[in-house]
């Protein structure tokens, strides 16, 4: 009777309205830009990583202008199409958004936009290893030349 009761309550935590406690938040997400998304009304930002501004242009290989920070969301929503995502964290941003690492099944999403090259390496060194790959290989925004996503919005 009590793996009947324990199988009964673990599946409804599947359906648990989110945020689960509060540091963490599973569900199907609305991508709002490169690096933050919104589960049931809970604006989530991605920690550890800064992806390109929506307003934000940069230069492709040959030097023309494209919409980097369009195409970083687009890399987002992507990642993430139609599936639920876990994400957990305990610290908050100065606007008091939850700062989340993110996953969809074992891909953590965090990464794979550093590893894109949609989003770079900021305020810990969590990914600069992947940061250095993705530059390597120019992929994502590496493939031409770009303003750090910090600067851009400080001369802004």
Same mark, same amino acid.
């Given at each position: 009777?009590?793996?009947?009761?324990?199988?009964?309550?673990?599946?409804?935590?599947?359906?648990?309205?989110?945020?689960?406690?509060?540091?963490?938040?599973?569900?199907?997400?609305?991508?709002?830009?490169?690096?933050?998304?919104?589960?049931?009304?809970?604006?989530?930002?991605?920690?550890?990583?800064?992806?390109?501004?929506?307003?934000?242009?940069?230069?492709?290989?040959?030097?023309?202008?494209?919409?980097?920070?369009?195409?970083?969301?687009?890399?987002?929503?992507?990642?993430?199409?139609?599936?639920?995502?876990?994400? $957990?964290?305990?610290?908050?941003?100065?606007?008091? &958004?939850?700062? %989340?690492?993110? @996953?969809? =099944?074992?891909? +953590?999403?965090?990464?794979?936009?550093?590893?894109?090259?949609?989003?770079?390496?900021?305020?810990?060194?969590? $990914?600069?290893?992947?940061?250095?790959?993705?530059? &390597?290989?120019? %992929?994502?925004? @590496?493939? =031409?030349?770009? +303003?750090?996503?910090?600067?851009?919005?400080?001369?802004?």
């Amino acid at each position: 009777m009590r793996w009947l009761l324990l199988l009964w309550l673990l599946d409804l935590t599947s359906i648990s309205p989110t945020p689960i406690n509060d540091d963490s938040w599973i569900g199907r997400a609305e991508i709002v830009d490169g690096d933050t998304i919104r589960i049931n009304g809970s604006r989530l930002r991605l920690l550890d990583i800064d992806a390109f501004e929506m307003a934000q242009n940069c230069q492709d290989a040959e030097g023309r202008d494209y919409a980097c920070g369009l195409e970083a969301m687009l890399a987002l929503d992507g990642l993430i199409g139609k599936q639920d995502v876990r994400c $957990y964290g305990r610290e908050r941003d100065r606007y008091r &958004r939850p700062l %989340v690492k993110c @996953w969809v =099944g074992q891909t +953590e999403i965090n990464a794979r936009m550093v590893q894109q090259g949609w989003a770079l390496a900021e305020y810990a060194t969590t $990914y600069q290893v992947d940061e250095a790959v993705a530059q &390597r290989a120019k %992929v994502g925004a @590496w493939a =031409g030349t770009f +303003e750090r996503p910090r600067q851009w919005r400080r001369r802004r």
